[in-house]
């Protein structure tokens, strides 16, 4: 059974940073394609950023330049290093393995404001 569990989430202030993780089990994070997705209140899901098995890299208009992605195989995890956040990035963030169906994470709170 796939679980994700997310950490790394905060209150900051715009302008600030933070680097979000997704510790990964049940899968081989590395093997398939990794998702990060927000959803803030009263808003739909969004994806935020992906990352292929491959190591390419997508990123939603909203974050490009200031997010990125990655991942460490060795610890079967996935990062997502957030910079320049701004009031409009607050949101639970969570990762997901989309080809695998399963069970959201509790996700990430991210809070940015002054």
């Known amino acids: 059974q796939v679980q994700y569990v997310e950490s790394g989430g905060g209150l900051v202030q715009p302008g600030g940073s933070l680097r979000l993780t997704c510790a990964a089990s049940g899968i081989i994070a590395s093997r398939y394609d990794m998702h990060w997705y927000r959803q803030a209140p009263g808003k739909q899901r969004e994806l935020v950023a992906g990352?292929?098995?491959?190591?390419?890299?997508t990123y939603a208009n909203s974050v490009k330049g200031r997010f990125t992605i990655s991942r460490d195989p060795a610890k079967n995890t996935v990062y997502l290093q957030m910079n320049t956040l701004n009031p409009e990035d607050t949101a639970v963030y969570h990762c997901?393995?989309?080809?695998?169906?399963?069970?959201w994470g509790q996700g990430t709170q991210v809070t940015v404001s002054s």
């Open positions: 990352i292929s098995s491959g190591g390419f890299t």
């Open positions: 997901y393995a989309p080809a695998i169906p399963g069970s």
